[in-house]
């Protein structure tokens, strides 16, 4: 576990500023397989101290590669002497930001760290399953993916706090041939929150979703593209996840919303139908634990859910304290730093349409001529709200029923608009933390979602 640095610096703090103090360590263990050959196996470790200054408006920051206590009040001066600085070159001469009572937080921990052999071993064992049971593919590969961020936290307001959020994937891939001789691929990440241990007990459990993977590609091999142009369709849990994630949740980070995001100018009207409702949600959702569960962010926050749209209409951003007093809102505990060298950026946590009351059946059952678009491999959205994803696997409704399966196409829109269009809403939710969001820094996140049917436009062959 990581060691407290920072604990007891409390009483180096100057009154007069807002300080916080973070010691951390990223953990990262990989091992890859491609058809029978590993080709990848590494570990890395990464840890150190920083400290972070407000005072007048502008910040001071400074990090080193090192977890003590000397280095903590080392890096608390340098912080504090390049706020100073800062503020006599600037002098912005605004407030402090409203103080946030007193508070400790201290997270579930798992502590179990495997040396590499087992997760070479767990790798061989599935991948030796896949290369017997799965006859007529042309190339097989999986990854191991397990990584971790720790802290220790603590701030001028008295917020202590000691989180670790550990991730354990594992990602299969496999490619066939489709009749007229072109490759299909189909992917898939399994795993969650939790250490590797946790997460996974077996190979053999997770022979059936290797089965699965296979089974889908077979069925892809004899698929059509979709038609071009803007159809009905009904997007599953995992796109309304992506799309509430990039298309939506980016434009109302505060800080790009203070950027010219197409947000700045919809607060408190309709961007969606009347049936959906977006939330961040810190750590928990409709009474379960949320995929990426955070407790307090990296200035002290105790994170709170953040509803963003309403019944349609968009009632709040995503803040930091300071665009939260800007704004008139209440922070909800979204800066975070992925690295200890990083400074809190306004970041997502578990960004999600809530779930509505129709059945999948009853949607699909709804569409006379459209698409039922299943999973994304890839997803792009601008500050516009305008966006554009690839999806790898789905299939045609006709007349109410499922039809041929789809080969790779993409799907886009403006979401503002798309989401106006969104007339049924299913009643179960799924779930991914699988990924990471790339704004400036690495954030790993979870984006979630029911299926929605829409109005969307398909980009065809």
């Not at 200054?53 to 890096?75: C, D, I, L, M, T």
């Not at 000691?162 to 994937?169: D, E, K, V």
């Not at 060298?341 to 779930?355: G, K, Q, V, Y």
Request: one cysteine or more.
């Amino acid at each position: 576990m990581l060691k407290d640095c920072v604990s007891n610096i409390k009483s180096d703090f100057d009154s007069s500023v807002h300080t916080e103090v973070r010691c951390q360590e990223n953990k990262s263990r990989s091992v890859s397989i491609i058809s029978g050959n590993l080709t990848g196996n590494a570990r890395s470790e990464v840890s150190g101290t920083s400290a972070r200054v407000y005072k007048n408006g502008v910040y001071g920051f400074s990090s080193v590669a090192e977890v003590s206590e000397e280095a903590a009040r080392s890096v608390l001066k340098a912080a504090t002497d390049n706020a100073v600085f800062m503020d006599t070159r600037i002098n912005k001469g605004k407030k402090m930001f409203p103080p946030i009572a007193p508070r400790e937080i201290y997270c579930p921990s798992f502590c179990s760290d495997p040396e590499q052999k087992v997760y070479i071993d767990f790798a061989k064992e599935l991948d030796a399953y896949i290369e017997k049971n799965c006859k007529g593919i042309t190339g097989r590969g999986l990854s191991v993916r397990v990584d971790s961020m720790e802290k220790h936290l603590v701030t001028s307001d008295g917020c202590c706090g000691h989180t670790l959020i550990p991730r354990a994937y594992i990602y299969l891939r496999m490619t066939a041939e489709a009749k007229d001789g072109t490759p299909v691929e189909r992917f898939v990440p399994i795993g969650g929150f939790g250490t590797f241990d946790t997460v996974f007990t077996s190979p053999e459990a997770l022979f059936h979703k290797c089965d699965d993977l296979y089974e889908k590609l077979m069925i892809k091999r004899d698929g059509v593209y979709p038609e071009a142009g803007v159809k009905t369709c009904i997007l599953s849990g995992e796109l309304s996840g992506m799309l509430a994630h990039e298309a939506v949740g980016h434009t109302v980070e505060a800080d790009l919303v203070l950027g010219g995001s197409v947000a700045a100018h919809t607060l408190n009207k309709e961007v969606a139908s009347e049936l959906v409702t977006m939330v961040d949600f810190a750590h928990t959702c409709l009474g379960e634990e949320a995929p990426l569960p955070v407790y307090v962010d990296d200035e002290g926050t105790p994170c709170t859910d953040q509803v963003l749209i309403k019944d349609g209409i968009l009632t709040g951003y995503m803040n930091n304290r300071e665009t939260a007093d800007r704004f008139g809102m209440a922070p909800c505990g979204n800066a975070r730093a992925y690295s200890f060298s990083d400074e809190p950026l306004i970041r997502m946590r578990n960004t999600a349409i809530l779930p509505g009351t129709s059945t999948l059946e009853e949607m699909i059952a709804s569409v006379d001529d459209g698409y039922y678009f299943i999973d994304t491999n890839n997803g792009q959205a601008d500050t516009t709200g305008e966006f554009m994803f690839g999806t790898c696997l789905g299939y045609e409704i006709k007349n109410g029923k499922l039809g041929r399966p789809l080969l790779d196409t993409t799907i886009s829109g403006v979401a503002f608009e798309m989401l106006k269009t969104v007339d049924m809403v299913s009643d179960t939710m799924t779930w991914s933390s699988s990924g990471y969001c790339g704004k400036k820094q690495p954030m790993p996140v979870g984006i979630g979602g029911p299926a929605v049917r829409c109005k969307i436009t398909i980009g065809g062959r």
